[in-house]
């Protein structure tokens, strides 16, 4: 991509902008890399923003790893169809949730599609799901900075902004600088920086061991000048949890990291909503 290119945000299909004006937020999140625990997080904000009483949705457009069906419990479901109108997943929490990995025959299939069909099923989840009136939709990206990243930023309307998840690694840090810059180039807010798996808390002592470094996400924030949201533990339960399709969010609200996610949602929520 060019160097200083804005792609024109007034692009939206006007099938989209309609379909999507009850939708009162909408929050994109996106890494540099894969691995980090971008849909994990993605996922339980989306649960923790639903707990606090707002009418909230996912959208999953990992089109190639649609793992949020997985994660919230709702493998082999299947959305209904009313004439042109797809009808979203009722989740946990009344949560509106679609993804691709509900259009698969197999949780197991790949998707082997090139540009055109992804960007087309990108615009079928935003301009003929019924997302009806929501507080707040989550959207969950694909990893990366790939071309895929500017169809899907561009066909969205009136985002609040973009969340970039990494972990405190060195070499996941410069893939969300990566993706800092190019969401800057696209024009897009960038609400802030999440550092995913900060420091490992024992389940059985409760003591903190930081396995990946610490400060690299924050002084990524500090030098581009946008938000540090704040620090997610990693608890091993969240693991075993999201493999079972249980929101971690609702059931150790107690933990360490149910609490750091509240916080984060409360500094969310401070930025878009007053």
């Not at 004006?21 to 625990?37: A, E, F, M, Q």
């Not at 509106?96 to 990995?101: L, R």
């Not at 924030?221 to 999201?242: H, K, Q, T, W």
């Amino acid at each position: 991509m060019t160097q200083g290119l804005k792609v024109p945000m007034d692009l939206v299909p006007p099938k989209v902008r309609e379909n999507m004006k009850g939708i009162k937020h909408k929050i994109v999140i996106l890494s540099g890399k894969g691995g980090v625990g971008k849909t994990t997080v993605a996922t339980n904000l989306a649960m923790s923003f639903a707990k606090n009483g707002l009418k909230t949705g996912i959208l999953d457009v990992d089109i190639y790893g649609p793992n949020v069906p997985k994660l919230l419990g709702l493998e082999g479901w299947h959305p209904t169809v009313e004439g042109e109108t797809i009808i979203p997943i009722s989740g946990p929490m009344n949560i509106k949730v679609m993804s691709m990995g509900f259009l698969l025959a197999n949780p197991d299939d790949a998707v082997a599609w090139r540009g055109p069909l992804v960007a087309k099923i990108i615009g079928q989840f935003l301009g003929d799901v019924r997302w009806g009136e929501l507080d707040l939709l989550v959207v969950d990206l694909p990893p990366g900075t790939g071309d895929e990243i500017l169809s899907i930023l561009q066909q969205i309307p009136d985002v609040d902004g973009v969340i970039i998840v990494s972990t405190p690694q060195e070499v996941a840090v410069l893939d969300a600088r990566r993706a800092i810059r190019l969401v800057n180039k696209m024009g897009v807010p960038i609400l802030g920086i999440i550092e995913n798996m900060g420091e490992f808390v024992c389940p059985n002592c409760g003591q903190a061991h930081e396995l990946f470094g610490k400060g690299v996400a924050r002084r990524a924030a500090n030098e581009f000048g946008i938000g540090y949201l704040g620090r997610l533990p990693f608890d091993p339960r969240i693991v075993s949890m999201s493999d079972e399709g249980t929101p971690f969010i609702i059931e150790q609200p107690d933990s360490k990291a149910a609490k750091s996610f509240q916080e984060v949602v409360e500094r969310i929520r401070m930025k878009i909503m007053n």
